[in-house]
């Protein structure tokens, strides 16, 4: 998505060779009118596949999440980054591995909210080893709920989660994928 | 706001005399349509008080304050629950106490997002003692930044909170306003 890529060149800032820092409009301070512009932009690529409800973690996920949801006319369900180990029997939990933080943490989803035969479009703003959207497949698969496939706002292409991805069968739609980057020579798109 | 009194009605449940939940519509599965029928709501209470940045807390605010963002056209920032003691010197951080899980957190904004002059529409999903808002207050002021008032989804007005900010002198629009609840009798709205 040219416009997106044009932003995050702008107003991105890339520290060393694999960490760019988009919170100045993307995931601290956001531009909401990106966003709605992003949430149509998925609209057209998942083109007429239907969607029941879109599923996205928190915190970052949310804000791009709510407009894809506005877009489709159906119910957002953001998964929760658990805050005990003692959870109630009526929520789906998986494990997400951050390589960010370099912690383990449980996320989980409500079971009323997430149902069987449901179609569902996952959202969130990075795309690096994957490990956040294999833990919401994971959730879908619990529920029986079918993945229509990822929306990711950003791919860092040159890390693995992705490709792992596509090889399962899901379809990845990411609106900016980064073929590489670093501080000195900036970012080249794919 | 007749619409979300009604919603609240529907498909809130109420726990003891306090809890009221609400996570089948507005802070777990979300109903965007609605939170934008809300953000025109707000902005229609605020009128033409000059905004330039929605200022709101994670997780649970973000959805509805996307929606204010969009709607007055200017930028969202969400205030983060701080995740490490070693928060760098370029945020303004302040104390919340959270009754709900009996604990005190630091939340932080970054200072390039918050600065000196700038008129901030406070937005978030619960008022009830006030510490999630006063939290945000604090913020701005330690930013020099102008605080044009608070919207707030629900607010139970059996709590202090509302009428603490009030007579400090802040502007509160909440669109659903609780006087009285039980899970016996059900919700009483002012």
């Excluded at 083109?47 to 915190?59: H, P, Q, R, S, Y």
């Excluded at 957002?76 to 109630?88: E, H, M, P, S």
């Excluded at 989980?108 to 035969?117: A, E």
């Excluded at 919401?136 to 706002?153: E, F």
Aim: hydrophobic share 40%; glycine share 8%.
């Amino acid at each position: 998505m040219k416009s997106l890529e044009e932003r995050i060149r702008k107003d991105g800032v890339v520290i060393g060779d694999d960490i760019l820092k988009v919170d100045s409009f993307l995931n601290h301070q956001i531009d909401c009118q990106l966003l709605e512009d992003m949430a149509k932009e998925w609209h057209k690529e998942f083109g007429d596949a239907k969607v029941d409800k879109i599923l996205t973690i928190e915190a970052s996920g949310i804000a791009m999440a709510s407009f894809v949801a506005k877009e489709y006319g159906v119910p957002l369900l953001f998964a929760k980054k658990a805050k005990t180990r003692n959870l109630a029997g009526d929520v789906y939990t998986t494990k997400v591995v951050s390589f960010t933080h370099s912690t383990t943490y449980d996320v989980m989803v409500s079971k009323k909210y997430l149902n069987q035969g449901e179609n569902v479009l996952i959202i969130d703003d990075f795309l690096a080893n994957g490990e956040a959207l294999k833990g919401l497949i994971d959730l879908c698969k619990q529920a029986g709920a079918n993945v229509v496939g990822c929306g990711v706002s950003i791919e860092k292409g040159f890390q693995a989660g992705g490709d792992t991805l596509r090889k399962m069968g899901y379809k990845v739609v990411s609106l900016a994928r980064i073929k590489a980057m670093n501080s000195q020579n900036g970012i080249e798109f794919e």
